[in-house]
Each structure stands twice: as structure tokens, then as C-alpha cells.
């Protein structure tokens, strides 16, 4: 009937003890809580450690001496730490940003700006009547949700100028209360793993 | 005079972020070797950075215990349960793929995981009965999407009224669809400007303290 | 908070069996799994952890059962911290070499977890040799058939991710199609379908498997159901306690309104 792995009473344990703060904050699901900092930061170190070695010391190994300046950089991450050599965090956190930086803007004016225009800027009329209303409804959607946002010019929350931010606001909130709705399906979708784990694998009542 | 505890950094932030840039734009060999190079030692950085959660929960939950604070044997247990992981985690050499650390994971980690993000299931049904309420026209309007994207998400329904999975198709459609791609080319423009206000140093939040 | 426990038990103990309805979304991310050739080599990100693990998982292993069965080659990776311990949880569901004898190295590899999100992708994409010589397990990745003439965006057909993060799910499209036109499949929770639709509208991303409901779809289109079928039913229950809940909201609202008025 009920599962003798130890395993399995543990997780099962853990899985009441952190749904017990639905019920009300507790020393239960204190314990769960701080487990699982501890257990996540842990894994931290352990994943950090791996991949320095597999994608640093690895190099190293190979003869690529430079990667001597990236295991320094990697140190001076911890610098700030240090009252006095605080700053030295500065150099290797530079070149985290810039790389960072680097890397999402260039393709972001791509996919977030060119491509999206260039498709808005499509013809309207469909082949049915339904496909031109739909795209009547991005086009104006997309264009007033836009208007939504400029707050630069004054002028166009103001007077007949001032019903595309209007009309915008609610095209958004309509598509928020649908973000919303998948929202609720999200977190019921997880719960219901929680569920059937403990029904299935730690009680065995269900196939 | 060059600050070199400012100055400095903000140049290794200009150089690398126009590395990327040019390397995306151009197609010279220099400039793509160089990347690359950048890109590899990117990812050993951010490795090095995994760490500084640990270091700093060690500061903190090691004050919280020399000072004996509220809850101070909390803090004892989770600095346990931290460098238990860790020890297992190198003790075999396999790190993550050891048995006894796999075994670990799937009985304290794995629950706490699932558990934690979806026990919000409880406070968006609470949520639901307070604060999801067509008080006027604008809350009506996220009232009513939201109501017809749950129905069309409630197998329930569709399964008697097909046509009510088809309307949730069609909010996601246009609607879903015009208002999100406005919000996406704002936000893109946002992070583009943000981006190279960081990379031409007018942004330099990221220095921290002076 | 009991009640909605209740709803979540008792369907689970008495399934309904209902029919499922399959979004537009992940029609999409089968039909172009079924369309590429075989032998086609997909990049596959595992881009969850344990908090996805219950709404992501149940679809990452029917989109793994589909690949296998198409007799694709599917290069794994984790940019996600907990993707590494997902990986032996999902192929110990899908059983490659028992159901279709699939051998690793040949038909699949794992490259484990690559710290960096963007610059990981970046550097897969970029030049993998560069990156790293060795799999998840420390072997050479030129003892692997599956490498041969694999090394950068070129050499993959599809790229396809799961994640939970909205930052992986944009620098997926960022990195494999804005900068090498590679095919995007993206897989993610379903709030953050809203998000990423704009990128579905516009062909950066073929295939949207959202959620929990995408889950279920592949399942019942890759003819392996699983616990994302299993949870239609919890979710009917479940989900229509909320409506119940939101009418209740509204009319406790609007009478109160009324009395004081």
C-alpha cells in the first residue's frame, strides 16, 4: 500500500511541510524553508565548481594559458567582500555586463523591433472576412498599446490624440486578464504534480 | 587623470559590449575569434559568480548565529544542509551525477522545488475570490478575458461547448497577440536603450558604491 | 485552501476521461517535429528545474518520445541550474535504448548544465569545440558518431528549448534565430505564453508548447499519455472552483455595493 522508500517519505514530508504555509506560517514549514535555501545554494557551489572545471581548468589543461586571466577575474569576483580592495569586483563585473549587454541588445533590435514592424506593417485585408477583422484588431492593438507608452509628448493623452493611449490601455488589459488566466492554469498545473506524486508514488492509491 | 577604479571598468564594459555588437553586424575573422574567446570566458565567469550566494548566505546566516538572533538554529540547518550538499556533491568526483547526490536531490530538493513555486495555486484561488472583481469599465475588461481564457482552459467546458476552447483560441489571437507585440516592441526598444546607456557608461548602477 | 485540495484529490482518484481539444500552438511544434527529415539534429535545451519539473516535464518526455520515434538526433543541454538533475529523470520515463533502441552518442548526448544563459547559447551556437571537449559525463566529444560534423548553428535543423525562465525562452530566439535563422521550438509555463506569442505571430518561434495544456496536447498527439492528461481532469475540477470562487467574488462585490448605495 503506502511506499516503505525512505526517498519517497522524505519528499513527502517536505511537500506538506511547504504547502502547510497555505494553511498558516509555522516552525513545519520553517524547517522546509531554510532546507531548502540550504539544499539550493549548495547545488549552487556544486554546478559552479563543475563548470569551472569543465569549461576553465579544462583549458588550462590544454595549454591555453590565457584562461590564467579569467580564473583571476573570477577571483576578483569575491573582492567585494574586502573593505579596502572592494572595488577590484568592479573589473570582472564590467566584463560580465558588457558581455551580457553585448550579447541581448544586438539581436533585440532584430527580433523586438524590426521583425515585429515589418510584420504589423502587412496588408489588412485577408481572404475572408474573420482573417481581415483579426487583422484589424492586432494592427489597431499594437499601434495603441505603443501609443500607451509614449510619455515623452504630452500631447497624445490629450484631446482626440488622446483615444489611442485610452483604446491601448484597454487592449492591454484585456490581454492581461488572458495572461491572467493562464496564469491560474500555471500554478494549478504545478500543484496537481505535488498531487498525484503524493497519491501515487508515496500512498499508492492511484496507477 | 584615469580613475582606474571607475574609469577602467567602464571601458572593459564599452570594449566587450562593441565585440558583440560588431560581431553580430560584421563578418570579420578578428573580430569572431575575439568573441569567441569572450563568449568561453563569459561562461567560467558566471561559474565563478555561482558561488557568491553561498559566500553571502554564510555572512549572513553566520552573523544570525554567533549573535544568537531569532531562529539562530534555523540558520545552523540551513548552513548544514548547504555544506552537506556541497561535500556529497565533490566527495565522488561525479558531482551532480553521483548516485548519492542524485539520491539527495530527488528526496530534499526536488519536493522543496515543485512545492515552493506551486503551493501560489492556494493564493490565486484566494486572489480570485478578492481581487479579480469587475469594480468598472477597465476592471471589466481583464474580468472578462480572464473568465473566458479559464473557461477555455477547463477541459470541462470545451468538452460540452467546443466552441468556447475556438473564443480562448481567438483571445489569444489578435487580442493577445496586437497588445503583446506593442508591449514587446516597447520593452525591446527599453532594453536597447538601457543597453547602450550601460555600454557607453551614462548607466553605472552595476559599479556599485563609489 | 481545503477545498481546493478536495478539488485536486478527488478527480485524481476518479478520473473523468475527457476529451482533450489541441491548441493551435503545439499542432505547430508536432507538426514541424514530424515534418523535419530524419535524422534531423535538434538542440534541445532543458531549461527547467525542479519548480517546472510537474507542468514542463510530463512534455518534454512526449517531445523526446516523438524525436525518437522520427529517428532524430537530439543534442542536450542545460542553460537551467536544475537541468542536469532533470535529464535523468526525463530519460528514465522516455527509456531511448529500450523503446527504440537509441544508443548514447549515436542518437543522443547530454552536454550537462553551461553556466551563462545567453552566453551559453552563444557559445553552442558560436563554435562548441571552442566551448568544450568533453559531454556531461567527461566523454570526448569526437568519440561521439552523433558529433561528427557538428560544431555550430549551422549543423543543427531545429533548435527546441523547455524552460521556466523568460530570459532563456528570449535568448533562445535572440541567439538561434535572430542571429543564425535557425528554427525555434519553445516550450514554457503557460503564463508566459502572452509574452512569447509575438515571436510565435512573427515565425521566430514555429512551435509554442505552453504549459501544462501543451504538455497534454503532445501527449495525447504523440500517442503517450502521461501525467499532463492525467491533470485535464484536476485541472477541471480545479479551475472551475476558481470560476465558482470569482462568482462568489463578484456577486459578494456588487451586493454589497448595492446595500450601501
Redesign the interface.
Known sequence: MVSTD??IW???F??IA??S???RDNIVF???????????????????????R???W??LA?GEF??A???L???L??A??HGEY??L?????????????????????????T??????ATPLIASDAMGT???L??????????S??IFTYEGIHQGALGWSPKI??????????????????????????????L?REWLQ??K | MVDYRRDIPLAITFIIGVIAVLDYYTTFESISNTFTVIKNWGVVLQAFALGLGAINLLRVHGRRISEKRDGWYFSVWLLAMMFIFIIVGLMTGKYEAGATYSWLYNAIYLPLGATMYSSLAFYMAYGSYKVLRARNFEAGLLFITAVLVIIGNTPIFPAMFPSLFSLREWIFGPIVGGAYRGIRIGVGMGAVVLGIRTLVGLETGYLGRR | MTLVLISMIIPALNPLGLPLMVGSMSKAWYNTIDEAPEGSVILFDIGFGSGGYPSLGPGTIAAFHQMFENGHKIIMMATALEGSMMYPLIMASVKPEQNYDAVYGEDWMFFGYIAGGQTAMAGILGDIRALTSTDFEGNDVDTLPIMDGVNSADDFDIVAYVTTSGDTSEGWVYQAYSQYNRPVLGGMLSMMTTSMKPYYDTGQILGLMDGIKGAADLEFLTGHPGDAIISSDILSFSQTLVLIFIALGNIAYWMQKKGGS
Request: glycine share 10%; no cysteine.
Open positions: 525512505p526517498q522524505i519528499a513527502a517536505l511537500t511547504a504547502t504555509y497555505a494553511f520553517k524547517f522546509a524553508e531554510n532546507t531548502y535555501i540550504g539544499v539550493a545554494a549548495g547545488h549552487l557551489v556544486i554546478m559552479g565548481i563543475k563548470n569551472i569543465d569549461y576553465g579544462a583549458h590544454q590565457i584562461y586571466v579569467v580564473f577575474l573570477g577571483i569576483l569575491y567585494r567582500y572592494y572595488w569586483y568592479r573589473y570582472p563585473i564590467a566584463f560580465l555586463v558588457g558581455n551580457g549587454i553585448g550579447i541581448s541588445i544586438r539581436a533585440a533590435i532584430h527580433s523586438d523591433f521583425v515585429q514592424i515589418a510584420a504589423t477583422i483579426n487583422n484588431i492586432m494592427f489597431v492593438g499594437v499601434i495603441t498599446a505603443l500607451h507608452f491601448g490601455r484597454w487592449m492591454i488589459l484585456l490581454a492581461l486578464g488572458a495572461s491572467f488566466g493562464n496564469t491560474v492554469m500555471t500554478r494549478f498545473g504545478m500543484y496537481q504534480g505535488r498531487v498525484i506524486f497519491l492509491i492511484i
